[in-house]
């Protein structure tokens, strides 16, 4: 796979690209149908993606015509490769079957092996015969929206489409490999100023964010607007506290330690709760809330910001939705797109209609929200929280991190880019935005 690396980075002419031969197999993360049950009766925690995520060949699937190869230089870790490795809440092979109803295509991808991964930078190698935005060597991010486009519903918001996928996690030849087979619609020019690794960290949170907070499908934040973001230097907390103040809101920010809640004001989030330090409990025991500790974090919440917050930004699900539902201003909105602990959610709804909230289900971002959210990265007004990077054989260890919530922003994974920091193409821009900002995340780790 060095060769294939050498030789994009030879001659970047699209007819040399579109030349290279490209080989049998590939190398490429993915989880094993015959070892579903291996952590049966293992508590959630303990499941452990070092043993089932594997690194290995795996052969290279035929291209349909409206899909590209991507080189991949470097992917990230998402929660979803998490609950594809501990196989929760359900194992992911029986999406990879239901793709044998869309024909000859989509049968491609119900094999015994699920390449996974959601996020990629790379560089375009081969194109189907119905592509025309991109020719080989365009560098682009992709992100994961899968969608049909030759069917009705997925016109208007793609999201809402009836065969809408998530690329690497409901479809298998996924980003944490050397090669991935994407769908045309989901590429979008790669940021210049950034490096490989700083560029495949972003789509998948910072598209998901915009969408919440953003664009016109969520809640739809207004300047001055107060936000509570859950896991403010997590994944999704990150770009969603950039999104507030880069739209001229006023950020409240969950985080766990003192550490993150350090990073969280760097970030230009002034409000700041650490909840290990306030030692919420929202609930009493496994079936009952206490509303006076709703009430306490209320009172929080308006003694940093003065009032409560108008939008929450909910990931967390069971262990905060209670709270959340209870905080938000009168007329509010909980926008949510996740239950990282527990989707079985219980609130009080007197909460809800007598004052007149709305929760608002969210989920991934259609190509036009994640192209707008690209856009921000690539003006440098929304920067990578990229934290660490790990080599693509270390991936295990990489997801286990983020199991285990031992991480702050995203994890890259380096693919077949040989080291960090290459293929960034605009030193002026990225001079003029700063070393301290684009690596903000890193400083931990003394990069
Ligand atoms: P992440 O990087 O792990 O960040 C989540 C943060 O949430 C953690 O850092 C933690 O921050 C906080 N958190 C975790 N458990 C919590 C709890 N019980 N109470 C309060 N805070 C808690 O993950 P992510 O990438 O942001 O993703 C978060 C969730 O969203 C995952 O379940 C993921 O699958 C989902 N997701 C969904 C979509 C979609 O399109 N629907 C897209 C992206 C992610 P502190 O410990 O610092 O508080």
Redesign the pocket.
Known sequence: MQQLYKAIMTDTSPESIAGIELPKSYRAAFVKKDEIGMFDGIPSREKDPRKSLHVGEVPLPELAPDEAYIAVMASAI???T??TSIFEPLPTFPFLQRMTKLGKWGARHDLDWHVVGSDASGVVLKVGSLVRNFTPGDKVTVHCNYVDDQDFTSHDDSMLSSNQR?WGFESNFGGLADLAVVKVNQLMPKPAHLSWEEAACNS??CS?AYRMLVGPNGARMKQGDIVLV????????GYAVQFVLNGGGVPVG????RE?AELLRNLGCKAVID?SEKGYKFWKDDNTQDESEWRRFGKDIRELVGDDPDIVFE???R??FGASVFVAKRGGTIVT?????GYMIEYDNRHLWMKLKTIKG???ANYKEAWEANKLIGLGKIHPILSAVYPLEQVGDAAWQ?HR?L????IGILCLAPEEGLGIDDLHLRQRIGEDRINLFRRKSGK
């Open positions: 998402n929660f979803n998490v609950w998530i998948l949170c998901t859950w896991g403010a230097t997590g994944g999704l907390g969950v985080v766990s330690s993150k909840r990931h967390p699900g262990s905060t797109c996740a239950a990282t602990s969210s989920h991934f983020v919530n991480h702050e922003g995203k």
